[in-house]
């Protein structure tokens, strides 16, 4: 009985161990020089690709990819040469080469050096070389006109909607608040608090709004309905009782109490205080916490806010909330409406549908019908990488001992292709929450929840299409500058971030309580990023006086002055300097050439310039099948096969 060897090929390693047992000359190893110059050595030499596996460096990959390793003294057989090796009759041990192994050269090798050169070559390049329009191309350049309307159209329905809840509720200060200046309703004014510092006026805000509440249908130019009871309800310690001596007894246990006022009640009473005495309600004032008005309206817009042109309704929940949370003499008053679109009870005599909305609604359609047909065909492209991935690795590790490293597998992995398919599942999704809200099929406000979906799919969108400017080299350079740049640029960040994260918790514990731009940690933040824009800077020195508070003025002029000069012209400049450098790398690399790769390496001598035998004929599940079936194969069996 004779065992022999039936892989594809033998590793060299094995041929090596052979020989030291005395094949003799019917085996043959190559080494790089040899490879090179087409000689063929005996069995004393050790195997050429167990010495190629040490050569391999880490540096940037070719195609601009500026990542990867390059191949120094690669064998001519891993470039695409044919190296022979005879079957000479060897008896050692009753071993003997096959003549049907897969070497260097060999079709198998062909056809994936063919696949990794046509995987690799940019849209422009497939298309020029098969005549096949890019489907993928096409598609995202319309899809980014098509999604970019859609929105547009969103934009302006959300900014209609958002604006009559802004009324609404300016309408609801000037109706329950007593004493209301309009200036307050200026964003950023600053106007000081609205609050109460006596209980007589507090009494006297109560009875404004529980006024303005009683005679709202009446007295308001909306159409505003009652809706609801009005609720009074305190929120207060359970015990808390201070005497003239500061002796003191607290139970800090937060109670809350409620009592109810209809209409007719309030129209056979004089103010709030006899409705309280009726109902034996007393304020308890030295333990108060805060203290709520609460109640509801509806109302109906007769203005379309979508392509539907009947009426909307809607249902404002509002609390008028006086806060003693601060314990500080004087109780802030707050009005916060809760608004919700309802389901109209009937309607009559609405317009029908014009063909414009009939268009607005039909394209919301186009646009899911668009996003599903881009997210199928960049999942299929990432599932045939994943597959010509493996397909690759396996037969890399079968014939050259040689394993991807996580960078070349990355390089599979097309990027482009993931934030494409993200972009397309939250179009879809925000298209199909307005669809909903311009139906008015659905009582949840989902706005906002569209609002993030579409700008975020919008916005991933117009970034995909940076992918296709690459494609032209003036552009390309950018766009690698950007690449290149980003993980020196994040390494340098967090360093950056350590310096900026301890003056904002300086600069809010020791400004904090003298300057209003420091008074919480957020503001702290936005208020130093802010001078590192160089955005007003005057008024941040000047809101700090020198005799309120001598030292903590000193160490504010410190603060801020090594602030602005380290982050302004040092961090700044340093940031620079790193995007300076990748861009001279590229520039360089444009003129010179870019350094390839192990995989460029492997697959530049294929020939892609015919467009046949680029496609295998097999489907995707049947190349999934043949990687699994063929790794097992491999896996499990021990390479030996017995012959009679």
């Given at each position: ?13 094995s ?64 470039l ?18 096959l ?9 198998e ?25 890019p489907?993928k ?23 209609s909607?958002?604006?009559?809840y ?12 007593k ?8 964003q950023?004014?600053?106007t ?15 009875d ?25 309800c ?10 003239r ?8 246990q ?10 007719e ?8 205080q ?49 806060d003693n ?7 802030s ?15 009559t ?79 879809i ?13 659905t ?21 995909g ?33 350590m310096?900026?994260t ?22 702290t ?90 496609c ?7 190349r ?21």
């Open positions: 009985m004779q065992c022999v060897k039936t892989q594809s090929r033998l590793s060299m390693s041929l090596s161990s052979l020989a030291k047992c005395g094949c003799g000359a019917g085996f043959h190893s190559v080494n790089v020089s040899a490879a090179s110059s087409g000689q063929v050595s005996g069995c004393k030499q050790r195997g050429v690709f167990n010495d190629t596996l040490k050569t391999f460096g880490n540096l940037p990959a070719g195609s601009g990819s500026l990542n990867g390793s390059i191949v120094e003294d690669l064998p001519t057989s891993f695409g040469g044919s190296v022979s090796y005879p079957n000479s009759g060897c008896s050692i041990a009753g071993y003997e080469m003549d049907n192994h897969e070497g260097p050269g060999s079709v090798e062909e056809e994936i050096k063919v696949k990794l050169k046509f995987f690799f070559l940019n849209p422009m390049e497939k298309y020029r070389l098969t005549r096949k329009i489907w191309l096409c598609l995202q350049i319309l899809k980014a006109i098509i999604v970019t309307a859609q929105l547009f159209v969103y934009a302006d329905y959300r900014h909607h958002t604006s009559y802004t009324n609404q509720a300016i309408t609801m200060d000037h109706l329950f608040i004493d209301w200046d309009q200036s307050r309703e200026i950023g004014s600053d000081g608090k609205l609050a109460v510092y006596r209980q007589s006026d507090f009494y006297k805000f109560v404004f709004a529980i006024s303005g509440w009683a005679s709202v249908e009446k007295n308001s130019f909306g159409p505003f309905f009652r809706n609801s009871s009005l609720g009074f305190v929120e207060h310690y359970r015990a808390a009782n201070i005497t001596d500061l002796l003191f007894s607290l139970d800090t937060l109670v809350e109490h409620c009592i109810y006022l209809q209409k009640q309030w129209n056979k009473m004089d103010n709030s006899e409705w309280l005495r009726g109902e034996n309600f007393t304020v308890p004032w030295q333990a108060l916490e805060r203290l709520y008005l609460n109640f509801s309206l509806t109302s109906t817009s007769l203005r379309s806010f979508g392509p539907d042109p009947g009426p909307d309704c809607f249902k404002f929940m509002t609390r008028i909330t006086f949370t601060d314990h500080d003499s004087q109780i008053i707050s009005l916060d409406v809760k608004s919700a679109r309802i389901q109209c009870s009937s309607q005599a609405v317009t029908p549908c014009s063909a414009y909305s009939q268009l607005i609604m039909s394209h919301n359609d186009l646009v899911i019908i668009l996003c599903s047909s881009s997210l199928i065909l960049c999942l299929r492209s990432l599932l045939r990488a994943e597959l010509l991935k493996y397909e690759a690795e396996f037969f890399l590790e079968r014939n050259y001992g040689l394993s991807l490293t996580s960078s070349e597998k990355l390089e599979f992995l097309n990027l482009w292709y993931v934030a494409i398919s993200v972009n397309d599942c939250l179009i999704a925000g298209s199909a929450i307005k669809l909903l809200l311009e139906l008015k099929t009582g949840e406000d989902y706005w906002d929840m569209c609002s993030l979906m579409l700008g975020s799919g919008n916005f991933l969108v117009w970034f299409l940076l992918r296709y400017l690459g494609f032209f080299k003036t552009y390309n350079v950018l766009i690698l500058t950007m690449k290149g740049a980003v993980p020196n640029m994040c390494r340098f960040m967090v360093c950056a971030a310096l900026y301890g003056f904002v918790f300086a600069g809010w514990s020791v400004l904090g309580p003298h300057h209003s731009k420091f008074d919480s940690l957020m503001s933040s936005e208020c130093l990023f802010s001078l590192i824009n160089g955005d007003d800077m005057y008024a941040t020195f000047d809101l700090i006086h020198f005799h309120e508070s001598p030292s903590v003025w000193v160490y504010s002029r410190v603060y801020l002055y090594t602030f602005i000069g380290l982050f302004i012209y040092l961090v700044l400049s340093l940031l620079i300097s790193i995007i300076m450098d990748t861009y001279e790398v590229v520039k360089i690399y444009y003129n010179h050439g870019f350094p390839q790769s192990r995989l460029e390496y492997f697959f530049s001598s294929a020939d892609v310039d015919s467009p046949s035998g680029l295998s004929g097999k489907s995707s599940l049947e999934l099948c043949s990687i699994i079936r063929r790794a097992w194969n491999f896996s499990n069996h021990d390479g030996y096969e017995e012959l009679d």
